[in-house]
């Protein structure tokens, strides 16, 4: 399998695999080339399963119908209409207040949330289960208490939604097919 090997001050060796199936291993400077070489042998099956199912994404996004001006319209009005009540459910369990929330039709995002404490959702999570949706809230309404994807975040957003790991696994595999609809 080929494969870049990016070298820094980290402790552990991982695998993470680009949409355009560029497979990256990352290892600390110091490990020996040989355990590099038995690690990315042990994970040989999982990488090859995982780029399976990334070209298998890509044939369904190239099959997947481009969304007309209305109805990206009418999504965003819909997303404009339930976001901001799951908002508003969820920031009173996380116990945050947030600024304003924006719409908008993203390639590449399906929410953010600035430092000043306003939210960004995708009108394209009005194509995916309610529970994907709340996912994403949580996910975003988190950022307010960490700012980051630290363990610490994790643990807040598994406090509020437990199921998260399951609804962002569905996101991961469905998400690329929703985006390429733009």
């Known amino acids: 399998m080929n494969y870049q090997l990016i070298r820094s001050k980290r402790k552990t060796l991982s695998i993470e695999i680009k949409p355009d199936s560029t497979v990256i291993v990352r290892a600390p400077y110091n490990m020996k080339a040989s355990r590099i070489v038995d690690f990315v042998n042990a994970k040989t099956p999982w990488v090859n399963k995982q780029l399976l199912r990334l070209e ?4 369904r996004q190239n ?4 969304l007309t001006p209305s109805e990206l319209e009418m999504l965003a009005e819909k997303a404009k ?9 969820y920031a009173k369990q996380i116990g945050v207040t947030y600024g304003k929330i924006t719409i908008r039709c993203q390639k590449t995002k399906w929410g953010s949330c600035s430092s000043k404490g306003n939210l960004n959702f995708n009108c394209l999570l009005m194509l995916t289960p309610p529970e994907v949706i709340d996912s994403v809230v949580v996910h975003e309404l988190c950022h307010l208490k960490e700012m980051n994807h630290s363990k610490r975040f994790y643990a807040e957003v598994l406090k509020v939604y437990p199921d998260y790991h399951r609804h962002h696994k569905w996101l991961k595999e469905n998400g690329a097919a929703l985006m390429s609809r733009l």
């Open 56 to 59: 298998e994404a890509k044939k």
């Open 63 to 66: 099959s997947a119908e481009k």
């Open 81 to 89: 209409e339930y976001i901001p009540e799951r908002a508003e459910f």
